[in-house]
C-alpha cells in the first residue's frame, strides 16, 4: 500500500486516529497537511513526519470555520499541487459537557455536537470536491463510530451526528461515483484515544469497556488508521459508499449473558 505522488489532508491529526493516519499516510509515500485546531500539536505531528524523512506542512483549522477548511484545501495546493485524499476526522465534545438524557440535552450541545460532527465533515467535503472534480481522482474517508450504527444511553448528539456521518458518505459516493471520487467511512469501537482514555479513567470503567469487547482490549489509533489508508488506497479502488466497523467485535453481541 503506497502513495507516492499523492497528497492527504487529515483533520485532527495532531493526536488519536488522525495522527496515526497523517503519519502511516506519509510513512507510505504520501505528502500530507496536517490539521488540527491545536496548530502547536499540528506542528509537533508535521516536525516527526519530517524528522522521519516524510512530507508534512502543518495548518490551525478549526472544522467549523468554513474559512479554515478552504485554507488548508488550498494549502496542499499551493504546497504539492494537488489533492488526493481528505480524512474528515476532528471530533470535540463541548468543554466541561457530561452525557445527558435527550430531555436534558441543551440547545447549545446539540448545535456543537452537530457543527463539529456533521456539518464540519460536509464542509470540509464540499472543499475538497472542488479540487477532486478538476483531477476527475480522490478519496474521502470520514470517521463514522458504531455509536451511529447503534445506540448509547446519554449520548444521543454524538449518536445522531455519527449516524448522519454514515448516510452522508453513502450520498457522496453515489454523487461522484461517475467522476473518478470514491467516498467511505470508518466506523471505530472503543480506541485508545486522549477523549477515551480521559472517559476511562476509572479502572473500574476500563475494565468494563474491554470485558464488552470480544478481544478483550481497546483499539489502537493505529489498527483504525490502517482501514482509513486501505479506504484511501488503490487496493480499495472497487470500494465507495462503505461503513467498514472496526471494533473488535463489539457490535457483534447482545450483551446477554446467558
Excluded at 502547536?40 to 477548511?69: H, L, M, P
Excluded at 474528515?88 to 457530561?98: E, F, L
Amino acid at each position: 500500500m503506497r502513495f507516492d505522488g499523492k497528497v492527504g489532508l487529515v483533520t485532527g491529526a495532531a493526536s488519536g486516529i488522525g495522527r496515526a493516519t497523517a503519519i502511516g499516510f506519509a510513512q507510505r509515500g504520501g505528502s500530507v497537511i496536517v490539521a488540527d485546531y491545536s496548530g502547536t500539536r499540528a506542528r509537533s505531528v508535521a516536525e516527526e513526519i519530517a524528522a522521519a524523512g516524510g512530507k508534512a506542512e502543518a495548518v490551525k483549522a478549526d472544522v467549523t470555520v468554513e474559512a479554515d477548511f478552504r485554507a488548508a484545501v488550498d494549502l496542499a495546493c499551493s504546497k504539492f499541487g494537488r489533492l488526493d485524499f481528505l480524512h474528515n476526522n476532528a471530533y470535540s465534545y463541548p468543554k466541561g459537557i457530561a452525557g445527558s438524557a435527550i430531555g436534558d440535552t441543551a440547545d447549545e450541545t446539540w448545535q456543537h455536537h452537530l457543527n463539529v460532527g456533521i456539518t464540519a465533515v460536509m464542509r470540509g467535503t464540499r472543499a475538497a470536491l472542488a479540487v477532486m472534480l478538476k483531477q476527475k481522482s480522490g478519496t474521502i474517508v470520514n470517521t463514522a463510530s458504531i455509536s451511529g450504527v447503534l445506540a448509547d444511553y446519554r449520548n444521543a448528539p454524538y449518536n445522531a451526528v455519527k449516524a448522519a456521518v454514515i448516510n452522508f458518505t453513502r450520498v457522496v459516493a453515489l454523487e461522484y461515483a461517475g467522476d473518478g471520487i470514491r467516498c467511505n467511512c470508518v466506523c471505530p469501537g472503543v480506541t485508545e484515544t486522549p477523549p477515551i482514555q480521559v472517559m476511562l479513567g476509572r479502572p473500574d470503567a476500563r475494565k468494563a469497556a474491554q470485558e464488552s469487547i470480544p478481544m478483550r482490549r481497546l483499539g489502537r489509533p493505529e489498527e483504525i488508521a490502517n482501514v482509513v489508508l486501505f479506504l484511501a488506497s488503490e487496493l480499495s479502488s472497487f470500494v465507495t459508499g462503505a461503513a467498514i466497523v472496526a471494533d473488535g467485535g463489539q457490535t457483534l453481541h447482545t450483551r446477554n449473558f446467558f
